[in-house]
Structures are given as structure tokens and as C-alpha cells.
């Protein structure tokens, strides 16, 4: 499915048409001052919905079962050939073990470069140690970082002290791309936490189907 995101420097405005129902699920965000963001949970069929409605799309790139999602590669193939900015996000496995490892699979899958790929930080799927978690969440950076790309981390306040501490701003340099599903693509009501004074982008609409 698709998410909607929305971020505070571009000025670019993307508009969903309700005309389009090619039924691919996705959760829908904007970013940037209106850039708007697909993250899609399924196999991509047609390239052309998606971009006539969104500037980038994310894939899911890694599974919270440990392994690469099935339709990963092949969905990046297709957006890449469409000339879509993409790139891709994961849900670690924690209770696998070896996070280095997840992120060296997911990169693998694709061998793209110079990309932010998402983490996903969500209470339930990591262990009750925060300083586990932490050293966790630090390795896949740095895997990240070694191979020229970069993380990003997909959260929100409630998900983040729960699973990191309400102490942690080691993170806060990456990218904050903030989990509020108000159904409101503005920042107003932000509440800073983990460091970060402002997200840079917002996911405010899950489960919308369109493209």
C-alpha cells in the first residue's frame, strides 16, 4: 500500500486522481511542502499511475521476518526504467540478529548507491533492551553509511521511547520521517522528541487505495 508524507522544502504539489484504479494498496505521503511520497507494500504491474501522481516512490525493501522482500528488485527494475526517484525501506529483524547483515541483503538486492533507505523504529517488533536497540539501529546506519547510502528513520514519538528511551538523540542527525496518521499533511501540530526539531517528512494517510 501507499503512504502520504508530507515535508517542509519543496514546493511541489502532487495530487491523487480519483480516476485512477489500478488497485495497487499503498499508503500515501507528501514531502516537502506538498512533494508527495509512495511507499508501496506490493508487486508494482504499471508504472505510469504512480508517476502521473507521486515524485518518488519507496518499496518495502526488508521484511521484519529477516529477508528481502519478494517483489523488492523487481519493483525498483520498473521504477527505475520509469525514471522515478526511488529508493527503498525496511522493517528490521531484530531477533535475527546480525544487523549489519539485513542491511548488506537489502542494498544487495539492488546495489544502489548514494540513497537514504528508510528504518522502520515500531514498538513490538524490537527487544524490551533499549541500549540492545540502539546498538541494533546504530550497525545498520553505519552499514548504510560504508556502502555509500544513508539512513533514514521512520517513527514516531510514542514508537521511539518505547523501542529507544525517551533519552536517545544519538539519531537525530538522520532524517526524521515522522508516523502521524491525522489525516493532515501539516506540521503544526508536532511535538519534538529524539532530537529532532522538525521532521522532514510526514506519514498522515495509511491503507489508501489508488494506483
Known sequence: YQRRVHGYQRRVHGILSSAMKLLLLFCIATFSFGWTIFEVHEK???????????????PRGYLSVGKVDPDYAENIKKLVAAKM???GYMFPCFKCGNPR??????????HMVKRRYFV?????QWSEDKSANRAFLKEIAEEFTTRSNIAGIATNAFHWETV???DCEEFSDLMLF???LDGNPSFAD??????WKL???KLFIENEKNC
Open 85 to 87: 526517484s526511488t529508493t
Open 190 to 195: 508536532y511535538v519534538p522528541f529524539g532530537g
Open 164 to 166: 529507544m528511551g525517551k
Open 178 to 180: 515522522n508516523i502521524d
Open 44 to 58: 508494482i504491474t504499471d508504472t505510469s499511475c504512480l508517476k502521473s501522481t507521486a515524485q518518488e516512490v519507496f
Open 199 to 201: 521532521p522532514r517528512s
Open 120 to 124: 522502520h523504529v515500531l514498538a513490538g
Open 101 to 110: 547483515k539485513q542491511a548488506d541483503e537489502l542494498m544487495d538486492a539492488t
